[in-house]
């Protein structure tokens, strides 16, 4: 088995969870550690046992003969570090957002396809529950389908370090949290054609942590209606407001409705139609005829990110979230921007080929009484 040598670049609170990712891997291991302060990364390597650190990143991609790097840099030092490395023929394995522009996102892309380069952008949404709810999109258990919502609301990040500061992250909650309930329905409905938005700051004075008092200047109150090629809208929702956490998935069809992460199940199917076979029957919302299908939930092998990514590396296979599935994605949260600041529906321009085996019929809600 091939060896699989790897950089990181950012040595923040981020980088620890692959540090520990890949300890669990055989023939993976961490040789060097980036931060624009030395002393972060040599801490990080110490702790991890790296062992090399570095305060420049090219230096390091330059000198270390690596496979592929990491980023977990705060996000708007995304673009710089993944453009360097891809232009070095280097695979990137790059923390959520993709960049805080769509230009730099959109020459991500462009570089890793040029240079054949394996890249894999979070979020990843690969957990069984939604792989399980992928086998049930069709009309037979929900019918047609006539809309969607999802949303990652939660009282606001806790550290202060720069998440409330604008000319730190570029952006809030859409480019913090918008990314995961998007890429959600992106994974399981495909391609959608067009956004508008309402995206404004609800809470400048808050209070974080242990009880400090932090000025706020970025985006925290955001609501798309993104609409599907048959009409179909999706309702997302991020809100750095609640006082606990939602974030849940939902698709309606005529006939029924999949739910994640939704009154305490990982995964149910409301449905009209037939028993659910090798499901457990519940009550959800109130509603009779509803299941979980913990069995077919816990066929899939639950995958840690860094994982899926070696998986790709030795096979040499982008990743099933593919960079243009994520740029599309990343499209829809950068459109949400620019419709609330024009206050007109912005028409998609990216698309991609969904990896789950989607009946495009199940949108045709016209061609037929339903």
């Given amino acids: 088995m091939k060896p699989i040598r790897l950089g990181m670049i950012g040595s923040g609170h981020v980088s620890s969870r692959y540090f520990e990712q890949a300890a669990l891997i055989e023939g993976v291991s961490f040789v060097a550690t980036y931060s624009r302060h030395l002393t972060n990364a040599e801490n990080k390597a110490a702790a991890y046992g790296i062992p090399r650190w570095y305060d420049d990143y090219r230096v390091m991609m330059d000198k270390e003969e690596l496979d592929a790097v990491i980023v977990t840099t705060p996000h708007s030092l995304h673009a710089e570090p993944v453009l360097a490395a891809l232009e070095r023929g280097l695979h990137v394995l790059n923390e959520k957002p993709m960049a805080t522009t769509f230009e730099d996102c959109q020459r991500m892309v462009s570089l890793a396809e040029a240079h054949n380069a394996i890249f894999m952008s979070l979020p990843f949404d690969l957990n069984p529950a939604l792989l399980a709810a992928s086998e049930y999109v069709n009309e037979r258990y929900i019918g047609k389908i006539t809309g969607a919502e999802a949303q990652l609301s ?103 409705t999949l739910a994640l992460n939704d009154s305490g199940y990982p995964f149910v199917i409301q449905t009209l139609g037939q028993p659910v076979p090798e499901a457990e029957r519940v009550v959800w919302r109130g509603l009779e005829h509803c299941y979980v299908p913990h069995e077919k939930i816990n066929r899939y092998p639950h995958e840690s990110v860094i994982a899926h990514f070696v998986r790709c590396l030795r096979n040499g296979e982008q990743p099933v979230q593919s960079g243009r599935q994520q740029l599309h994605v990343h499209e829809i949260m950068f459109a949400a921007y620019r419709s609330a600041e024009s206050g007109q529906r912005y028409s998609l321009t990216t698309t991609f080929t969904p990896w789950s085996k989607l009946d495009t019929g199940i949108f045709d809600t016209r061609s037929d009484y339903i």
């Fill in 154 to 256: 939660l009282p606001g990040p806790w550290r202060d370090n720069w998440y409330y500061n604008k000319s730190i992250a570029h952006g809030g909650a859409v480019l913090d949290c918008l990314v995961y309930p998007v890429s959600r329905l992106v994974a399981l409905l495909g391609p959608a054609v067009s956004v508008m938005a309402e995206v404004n700051t609800l809470i400048p004075n808050r209070i974080v942590g242990d009880g400090k008092r932090v000025q706020s200047d970025v985006d925290d109150n955001v609501t798309l209606i993104v609409q599907f090629a048959g009409g179909q809208h999706a309702v997302i929702r991020v809100l750095w407001g609640m006082s606990f956490k939602q974030n849940n998935t939902i698709i309606y069809g005529r006939n029924g």
